[in-house]
């Protein structure tokens, strides 16, 4: 497997510049050739998780049948003689970025799902999240015994079931995820039911579907428009669901918590198409463009996104203000990975081999860049020189974020926090490393605003999960605090 | 080489529905290591041919140095073994999508640049364009003894040369191209020249430009922006520039006429951010949107483009009309080819692969939808579909281009004349059967307003090639006239 | 991963006409870049398995180091880019040819060595053998709680291993083999130390050999030769050695037993350059021919092998009769697989892949054809065919070992009994069978005293494993008899 | 394509010190998915040329068809997906080991068969041999403007025909070949029939066989056993047959000169169960042997092979000296071909990957080694420390042919003369040289014996083509010549 660096397809930043989401989760039952509709959700997910997936189905004559690929979904499950492997009307699937823990390069036993062998039967998990009390766990486990086959933080939960003293797999999974901390938003299976899970926060997306007499659970909406289901429902924070012979059983497995769902979804994560909080993804981050107007105006000539991740904040941004809306900057669309194995001339080209700037468009004007975060720093400097070189008169950035701060340990791929920016410089600062005319970011109370608080962050009580911005975890990340990491109150 | 069916990056049509720019060229001299430059030249070029690549180049210690292969440039040309198999600071590069007379699946021997060795030296040619009495020339020639390796039509260009009794190699192809009808944007090498050549007519585009002391041709100013050079001018039609040793000397080898560019590669084929005489393609598709707005103005809530292509043009009726510019169709980004060897079952989702609605957005509105032609109309009726299953209240479509009725010849895969929908329908024939509830396209003088002509088409002689829409073919298309094709005038 | 076929080198039968070895092992510490040494290794016992491949490495940067892979030993674990993902100076590998109880076709995960995490360290295995009791210490594992990764019984170690009560692994390796029934020769290794175990019965065969000051553990002698290390002695039965910082340390951990090796290990599966008991078994194997000839006299023309495997006892045989030894049919050297994903056309060659019969040199002779084994007879039918339709004017078959009569479960891969020829036919009524003038297998008798006991074989306590001739299985196949296996005294 | 390093199957020597034939040729007509049968008769062939392969076929409905691949025949024209694009019952294919005149890596452009369309029609031709004017031919070709797609000298047989002013294909052919020096026993196919040539000294083998109403051409006999087809009869020396419609018919297009066969196809490159001459290229071998145990006796313990070219001789030594024949080297049976891309440590493990010595058997004893030539020597002296090392008493050297001291010209891969061993060093030089108790070549009045000429070589006018042994090119290499090679009498 040659390395590969893959991109968030709505990003066009240095891959060590951006945020990733971890993974995408899918299942359906009921439904004849379920691999197919699963390979249909994980395509539609792809942007959660491009590096490997997977897919476990069920059928009566083989048992349990499982596939698990590096690279897209399109180039491995689509295959007649690969799917032809998965057949069963039951199946599960899962994409990802890459997991917790993993010491080197990508190792296919690390792809998801994970299954398992119990003494009452079998079941298969895929995991979106992240577990932050793993490493204890796993040492515990080891310690009595267990084998791990992964460096996934998501093994833990299969090894958990398999030690349950319980008789039946629902039950065997609830005893395993009230060991767990952290977030989770799981779709799993045995040989006759499809299950979904969501920690008691909340923090990752898990919805429901119906297509005919058949039921799906996914990450996001448009994984269920792919197939053609239509959106039901979400799961609810702390909420299981067993479906069954059609039916749809609810459990509530774990003590009732206030929901803190990850408000980077709302601004990066989630596709454009998607449905959150019963709202249009892209008109949330249209209106987050708004919300940026009013709070950072500028004199300007011309509205650009840097594509495509800040494009629904731009047109927000131009229809607020006035400023004309522009395609100032293009984006080169056969980079839905980056060069593998490049020479070094071109390993060198950088982000030129992504995006272009309309040189003939922007000499002369007065630019307002939107863009939807600063992680690092570098891609945003050199997007502010190619502009420069094509002869804008003028780069004022506005980002679609408050600034990123700390690192997310619920499933998001972060840099360490002294790699952040934001974690070592003001506004003021950061507008001088970059170079530009102007820089704003969204204030933390206008993207709760925006994304439907109307009354902003309610500071003792926070709505969202905002760690990545404020520092303030919902739950303490364990783990990397015994490894030193400092919390907020800690580092203060 | 399993079939594949590459899509145009910036459409989103099914790829029968689709007109197809045949090729990219670029070359460049007096860089080292010119083949990673031609390899980035045909990144930016990716869009005008999917199917293949090849770069030759020229050094001393190994002469002629090849390489030809399906797919993308950056999955190939992207390798350090591969790319240390092309040293030299003088080499071309070509991408194709489909050579004209291909009997069936696509071959290597296909691919250019198509290289000859002759008497007093070789060269090397890679051609975007069409021959229009190729099959009279190769058949002469296979008559005297040439061996045909291909089924392309531009490999009758090299055999000619092959047979001058010219001794210098530009001589031969000056000879040789006198020799040839149709359009043609040629970049070809010598050992230490590199020429380039556009047709009488000037066709296709073909670009100039300069880097340090190194010299660059390209059908686009994209191209050159990926590398770092500057935009020196266009190659005009009819000119042959032949570099070397740093110099670039201009020859006319043909008789004088009026030039008429492709009107096309403003509407669809060139990429956004190239410039075409002297402007922004962006900011020209832009202006066919204000256009539109001023010629079919309709009540509606929302202006939406069929992603990506329609883009410009739906900013543009936006701005002009007053209503709001939205997102209402997302593009999946995971599809730059289409799904390899799919199931049956996948195959059967079609559009929906690609594109998905904003349903949140869409519900109860009245939608402007703005696409950059309507070929066979099926993807058409398919958007369709999708926005009222998502419950718009009305779609009206804007086409940001005449009604294509007739074929090109000039190095445009286009479908036979037949299945052009408005090659048999009216416009209203056309809304009817699209089931829409208005279709406008732009009219041809909106057209040539919107690409700088203030007075619109001037009939009597016109300053652009448009017989896609007009069937005014400036050179006979000999060929498939023996073949039967039957022009206007005859047909009418 | 294809379906393939792979034959046994030094065979030419149909693949399910052959019985086949199993696996292979092999080891080396204190040696620089110990995998290459471990990948020259494997390529020697390749014959002992040709499915798939994997080596484990350790260094203490990277810790345990892991490659697994499907195909030859020269096609994957030569590359450079490979082997240096496998650092360090201690190193383990095997081959396999399948494990037992794979459900279908074969997987990745089913590929040795395993490897397993302890609470004090860990270790990986390569077992060649095979576990009676597999499917009884699974049941009960998986009861506890360990999940099983693959379908292999040698995976039931490392379980064992890991829920052992002991803290260091050399001793959880002594708790988990004292409750494991059947054949097995191990190498295994820790960071530190490698380690090699023989069941008290001593089935298998394992060596140690030395290299300047490091030391290697081989299934076979011959591979030895190809890393350039001297053969030191055997492993003994029921004997551990723990190899560490130079030193080898010999334990006892089970009950003594007297041994009782393989003898179908001297007539088939070792490599005729490997030393068995102090003698070269092509040797050995020759006087098999030779006892043959004695045994089993005719009058004839040309002694003739079935290519390669029956080669040395046809030399002996023709040096005892007199009879001139000559090449009749010949091999096909470029089938070392058999043709994958064949047309129906050339699936139905068969054996004229294989083997040619040297039509100029058998017409109108007298032929006594030497194999090694009937297994079911289908290949045995197509050589007499093949031998007649050259003009053969008699074939006398005589064979290399008794008849193959019962099941082999020490590590062999079998067919049924019910498909074994001997199972159900005398030689009278296999010779009319295979329709050819008169076919002999040597004796019980005269394979011992080929191998070496003066006296033929004791009846009464056996120096050998001969299960697969005579039914005297030395530990009871437990698993297999609660699936109904009947032993043969149950049998009769 | 990696570099690869084919060997001889029935070699083990390292592959610079080997002859390497370069291609094998085969054609059906009158059968049912002919290119199937083409595919098992290149197959048989594969020892001619391993390095790449290629079929034509032709059907009504696709014209001529054509799949060229490197690699082995077995994992190429096996698949149903290529095999399914190569209808008809008319198919022509080529295997190759190189072609003269690749000045770099082997391309796909170089693999056979060539095909040509023609004013009349088109035509496929497969060449086995050398033409000796290539050079000059192709530079009068290009002068008239033809195109050269290959390195090939074969090429020019096809540019030749294309520009023949005879209409029919046959007879272009026949012009062609008139124009042609040197050796070339050639397969062609047009639409409807299939032709057979060789050259007037008849110096490659090529055999016509019948199967049911079907015909088959051959370069080896071994090639007809497999497809079951019945050996007809040799191509004469300077026979052209054509096969139309079932029947064949006989040419003698060429000036009639005394045959000339090459004597190296008895000693090496022949298949030992081909027909030659009428008789067993086994037997020949072996009376070989028994020539040179007349001829140079010596006491010893055992005669052994080097495998497996030497063994035939072996035998014949063995049975004329009543020293007993034993397989004291043993060959690795998966190296088919060599380590691809290997590390730096396996590369120098050279031989010992192929061979391994039995070391049990040798010990002690004096060994006569029978090897079948002695290219450069490199091998030879491997192999004598290989036997020494594992403890012989002496090794006493036997060369199946005579000293090997002039390259040839005509379709065998020899190095340049001045690195052949016995271009500069006598037999007791060579002695010295590799180390050995005794060297001693057969004569070569004894080959000539061996191969039925019971008076030996006619030096007034010689039955074969040896001139590898004596210098006597029947037809002068006059392109090598050009380039400053001097033949013998020159030289002296």
Redesign the interface.
Request: overall charge positive; glycine content about 6%.
């Given at each position: 497997m040659p390395a590969s660096f893959p991109l968030h397809?709505?990003a066009s930043r240095d891959d060590d510049d951006a945020l990733h989401e971890e993974c995408g989760v899918f299942g359906v039952t009921g439904m004849a050739?379920a691999a197919?509709f699963v390979?249909?959700g994980l395509?539609?997910l792809?942007?959660r998780g491009q590096e490997a997936g997977g897919i476990v189905s069920h059928d009566l004559a083989?048992g349990f049948n499982s596939a698990r690929r590096f690279g897209?979904?399109?180039?491995n499950f689509?295959?007649?003689s690969l799917?032809d492997t998965l057949p069963g009307s039951l199946a599960i699937g899962h994409v990802r970025y890459s997991t917790a823990g993993s010491?080197?390069h990508a190792q296919?036993?690390d792809v998801q799902p994970f299954f398992?062998?119990?003494?009452m039967g079998g079941a298969a998990i895929a995991h979106n999240g992240n577990i932050v009390n793993a490493e204890a766990l796993r040492?515990e486990l080891?310690?009595?015994?267990?084998?791990?086959?992964s460096s996934s933080d998501s093994e833990c939960i299969?090894?958990l079931m398999?030690?349950?003293l319980q008789r039946r797999v629902v039950e065997r999974m609830q005893d395993a995820l009230r060991r767990v901390d952290g977030a989770f938003s799981i779709v799993a299976m045995t040989r006759t039911k499809l299950i979904g899970v969501r920690d008691p926060l909340g923090v990752r997306p898990l919805v429901l579907g119906r297509l005919g007499d058949g039921w799906a659970l996914s990450s996001e909406?448009?994984a269920l428009?792919?197939i053609?289901a239509e959106f039901v429902r979400e799961i609810e924070p702390g909420e299981m669901v067993v479906i069954e012979d059609g039916e749809v059983l609810s459990h509530r497995p774990f003590a009732p918590q206030k929901p803190r769902f990850c408000i980077f979804e709302h601004v990066y994560f989630s596709?454009?198409?998607s449905?959150l909080g019963?709202?249009?993804v892209?008109?949330t981050r249209?209106q987050i463009g708004v919300e940026l107007a009013r709070e950072a105006p500028v004199e300007a000539d011309l509205v650009c996104p840097v594509p495509?991740s800040g494009?629904?904040a731009a047109?927000g941004y131009g229809?607020e203000s006035g400023i004309?809306?522009?395609?100032g900057i293009?984006r080169?669309?056969?980079?839905?990975?980056t060069?593998?194995?490049?020479?070094?001339?071109?390993r060198n080209?950088g982000v030129?081999?992504k995006l272009?700037?309309?040189?003939?468009?922007i000499r002369g004007k007065r630019i307002v860049l939107v863009d939807d975060s600063v992680v690092r720093g570098t891609t945003s400097i050199k997007i502010r020189e190619m502009l420069l070189d094509a002869g804008a008169a003028a780069v004022h950035f506005r980002i679609a974020s408050p600034p990123t701060a700390w690192p997310c340990f619920y499933g998001v791929d972060t840099p360490e926090r002294e790699k952040l920016l934001a974690a070592s410089m003001s506004e003021d600062e950061m507008c001088a490393h970059l170079g530009v005319d102007s820089l704003r970011f969204i204030s933390l109370d206008g993207l709760y605003r925006a994304v439907g608080e109307a009354t902003g962050r309610d500071n003792a009580s926070p709505q969202y999960c905002d760690a990545c911005f404020s520092g303030d975890y919902p739950v303490a990340p364990s783990d990397r605090i015994a490894q030193g990491f400092r919390l907020k109150e800690a580092a203060e």
């Open positions: 397809p709505f050739e197919n390979a249909l395509h539609a792809q942007h083989h897209y979904v399109r180039d689509t295959k007649q799917m010491k080197g296919i036993r398992g062998e119990f003494s040492r080891i310690a009595a015994g267990s084998i791990f086959q299969i090894h398999a030690r349950s909406t448009c428009d792919i053609g596709r454009p198409d449905i019963g709202r249009s892209y008109e249209r495509d494009t629904p047109i229809q004309p809306y522009a395609m293009i080169n669309q056969y980079m839905g990975r060069f593998i194995e490049p020479t070094e001339q071109i080209m030129r081999l272009n700037v309309n040189r003939a468009l």
